[in-house]
């Protein structure tokens, strides 16, 4: 026997169903990037899942220190989307974060970190030169090109950035100035004790000149803390 129903009510199961969004916040880690140095970015993502059975758009915003933000998602019903923010960090912003993402009453939090740019301590760092024998072209016939390979290494406590000077002192008197490269090219580059860089130099020969015509040249590569000096040989070429 079927339940009486009330004068006027609406038998249908479906009537009596409200048309709504519902959604959920979740923090998404994996995704995220919570720990940078100074400069670089910080991304917080997050997940929205809309429960509800009715397409929706989720207003989620950012508080991370000073830095806000907000976020519109659109999530369709029985649906997840994921969003992201970002924050850009400079110098000065070094320190420990609380972020937080909220969607209405939903807050979810995450620590973030940014590490301080490295002091490097220049009176510590003590860069030592060694010319690599076995890499460099020192003795050549008059128009070919002299290529010289030095290893500086930093035998200090602490790390630093090599500063480089190179000449040639030509048999005649004349000086020529050396044009250092420093391996992968990035001479600001910090190098940390007991490690070391490669320094580069290629110098073309020949009768002009600017260039070393045939003698015996003294060649001198120096760094902030330490020289060292080698006899470089041009040959005439044969008649």
Do not use: K
């Not at 048309?19 to 400069?39: I, K, W």
């Not at 974060?97 to 940014?114: F, I, K, M, N, R």
């Amino acid at each position: 026997m079927p339940w009486p129903v009330a004068e006027g009510a609406d038998t249908n199961d479906d009537a009596d169903v409200i048309a709504e969004a519902s959604f959920s916040l979740e923090l998404d880690e994996a995704s995220s990037t919570l720990s940078v140095d100074e400069g670089q970015a910080v991304e917080v993502a997050f997940t929205v899942e809309n429960t509800g059975n009715a397409d929706g758009t989720a207003t989620v915003t950012l508080t991370l220190g000073e830095f806000t933000d907000t976020a519109e998602i659109a999530v369709a019903a029985g649906s997840a989307e994921g969003g992201s923010f970002t924050w850009m960090t400079a110098e000065g912003d070094a320190g420990t974060y609380s972020a937080e993402v909220v969607l209405g009453e939903t807050t979810v939090t995450a620590d973030v970190v940014v590490a301080g740019a490295p002091i490097i301590d220049e009176e510590g760092a003590f860069f030592e030169l060694s010319i690599v024998t076995e890499a460099s072209t020192l003795t050549v016939v008059e128009g070919e090109s002299l290529e010289v390979v030095v290893l500086g290494t930093n035998t200090g406590t602490t790390e630093g950035i090599i500063e480089l000077t190179g000449q040639i002192t030509m048999e005649g008197g004349g000086i020529v100035g050396l044009q250092l490269q420093t391996e992968g090219g990035d001479a600001e580059t910090p190098v940390a004790p007991g490690q070391g860089v490669r320094i580069e130099a290629t110098l073309p020969t020949g009768p002009g000149e600017q260039e070393l015509s045939a003698g015996t040249h003294s060649l001198e590569i120096s760094s902030q803390h330490d020289s060292v000096t080698t006899e470089v040989v041009v040959t005439a070429p044969a008649e």
